[in-house]
């Protein structure tokens, strides 16, 4: 089975370097959680106190993309990849160029590659989400609206709100069949976005992780025989990478509290916290008499011990717990004076409406 297995991570191109589709789908995916938890902090600030941070909110998409720049720039020029790539061990290198296959992470991307990294990590994402706000303006505008489009721009808008889902629909099925002719080993990129990049992803190496440690300590021995110009242009760049490593630290930490509390919050570990913390249920009680034959309990806790269909009316008695329609607890107490379940001795102010939220 492992050897049948083995396509999902290794490839056909005989690259050994090459991350498998888990890896390369689990970086794409941390940055797509980043953005909205910061998004619904940022609400959370506005909602409080509209007077104080409510430009926070207004500005969101801008402040975000400029934070996200300086970000990606840092972890582009310092390791060759984006902040998620790096988080997983991963760097960009170019697929074609002198040197391509010996170039250390620490030297960063070629100056081509570079940017057209960071306008597709950065710039990309920002003008597709202003874009589907515009569309979404753009659709309750015509939904709301009485008059009927005449104007040339018009009918022009109007064609390009029909043509856009099935353009984003061609989008990522272009991305879908990517990504499975790199589970398969036939091409370079699980993106189409890398390929207009001119890169691809693979592991980083030994060699990069040691160039990578030794960086800062060469950084700092190279500024004692400089120009004015150059130490005023080396402290920048310490100041921008200061700020952009704070960024990546806090990031990092914020996205184990964010994996923390969608696990915290999940539905099986809510499961296991009821289990572990709340008390142990109690036993139901038993009939007095063990000699007389008990009514069996339904499967089912929305069915009526009594006449096993959905209880209508729920009522409890007070004297046992136990549920059942009001009719059958009604005519069995008046019939019995005792619950039908227990033998307890039971009178028709035992008798307890249990009331839903839903009313």
């Known amino acids: 089975m492992a050897e049948r297995g083995a396509h999902l991570t290794t490839s056909s191109l005989e690259v050994d370097d090459r991350p498998s589709i888990f890896e390369v789908i689990a970086q794409e995916s941390l940055m797509g959680t980043v953005q909205p938890a ?36 840092h972890y582009l020029s310092q390791t ?51 874009l589907e706000k515009f569309l979404a303006r753009l659709r ?43 589970v398969f080993g036939r091409t370079w990129h699980h993106s189409p976005l890398l390929r207009l990049a001119g890169v691809r992803l693979v592991n980083l190496t030994a060699e990069d992780i040691r160039a990578m440690d030794l960086q800062p300590l060469l950084t700092a021995g190279s500024g004692t025989n400089q120009s004015a110009r150059e130490k005023l242009r080396l402290f920048l760049s310490r100041a921008v990478g200061g700020v952009a490593f704070s960024l990546s630290t806090g990031l990092s930490v914020g996205v184990f509290f964010l994996q923390f509390l969608e696990w915290w919050y999940s539905s099986e570990n809510q499961d296991t916290i009821k289990t572990l913390t709340s008390l142990p249920t109690p036993p139901p009680p038993v009939h007095l008499d063990e000699q007389t034959d008990q009514l069996t309990l339904p499967k089912h806790q929305s069915l009526c011990p009594l006449c096993h269909k959905n209880r209508a009316n729920d009522t409890a008695l007070a004297t046992s717990g136990y549920v059942f329609c009001y009719r059958c607890a009604y005519t069995c107490v008046t019939r019995q004076q005792r619950c039908p379940l227990t033998g307890y001795p039971t009178e028709l102010q035992h008798l307890i409406k249990l009331y839903s939220p839903d009313g």
């Open 140 to 182: 309750e505008e015509e939904d709301f609206s009485i008059h009927l489009p005449r104007a040339p721009w018009k009918k022009l808008y109007k064609a390009f709100l029909a043509a856009y889902p099935f353009t984003s629909m061609v989008w990522e099925g272009w991305v879908f069949s990517q990504q499975l002719l790199y």
């Open 80 to 130: 060759s990849a984006s902040f998620s790539e790096n988080f997983y061990g991963l760097k960009r290198v170019a697929l074609w160029g002198q040197g391509v296959g010996s170039r250390l992470a620490c030297r960063g991307l070629p100056r081509r590659h570079h940017w057209r990294s960071l306008l597709l990590l950065a710039l990309l994402p920002y003008c597709r989400v202003k």
């Open 38 to 73: 910061l998004q619904h902090v940022v609400k959370v600030l506005a909602d409080s106190s509209p007077a104080r941070y409510g430009w926070l909110w207004r500005w969101f998409d801008e402040i975000y993309v400029a934070l996200d720049l300086l970000l990606q720039h």
